[in-house]
């Protein structure tokens, strides 16, 4: 984390977890997300939408730390990359049903008030979107 640092001033750290940007948050949680474009294209989303949201990108040295800081902060989601996507299924207090049968989860979603999760996989429904034929 402290070579992260060194390259990434700007980055802030809370525990484990960097947090960029304000507290009320979504964001993607994994490894390489200090590559990731997501927060550009969602922010262009929530732009173009009317949306008042931040996408953020969290590197966290555990799923349950990821979750617990997320959690702790009134954070309203996040989704997955590796090493996350199976070790979240463990986690949830409920699982989709693609989930379950995939044993992966790329998307968490947190009740406003109790804080239960949600654990979903989108990526059957992604991928069936990309055989439908093109009208």
Same mark, same amino acid.
């Given at each position: 984390?402290?070579?992260?640092?060194?390259?990434?001033?700007?980055? &802030?750290?809370?525990? &484990?977890?960097?947090i960029?940007?304000?507290?009320?948050?979504?964001g993607?949680?994994?490894?390489?997300?200090?590559?990731?474009?997501?927060?550009?294209?969602?922010h262009?989303?929530f732009?173009?939408?009317?949306i008042?949201?931040r @996408?953020?990108?969290?590197?966290a040295?555990?799923?349950?730390?990821?979750m617990?800081?997320?959690?702790?902060?009134?954070?309203?989601?996040?989704?997955?990359?590796?090493? @996350?996507?199976?070790?979240?299924t463990?986690?949830?207090?409920?699982?989709?049903?693609?989930?379950?049968?995939?044993?992966?989860?790329?998307?968490?979603?947190f009740?406003?008030?109790?804080?239960?999760?949600?654990?979903?996989d989108?990526?059957i429904?992604?991928i069936?979107?990309?055989?439908?034929?093109?009208?």
């Amino acid at each position: 984390m402290e070579q992260v640092q060194d390259r990434h001033p700007h980055l &802030k750290y809370i525990g &484990k977890l960097v947090i960029l940007g304000p507290m009320k948050y979504l964001g993607v949680v994994g490894w390489s997300v200090l590559l990731n474009r997501s927060p550009t294209m969602q922010h262009a989303t929530f732009t173009t939408r009317g949306i008042v949201a931040r @996408y953020l990108c969290f590197v966290a040295e555990s799923m349950q730390d990821a979750m617990t800081l997320t959690q702790e902060r009134g954070g309203s989601g996040l989704n997955l990359t590796d090493p @996350y996507k199976e070790s979240a299924t463990e986690i949830v207090d409920q699982l989709s049903v693609d989930a379950t049968a995939l044993r992966a989860t790329n998307t968490i979603r947190f009740a406003e008030v109790s804080f239960i999760s949600a654990g979903f996989d989108t990526d059957i429904d992604d991928i069936s979107a990309t055989l439908r034929p093109i009208s």
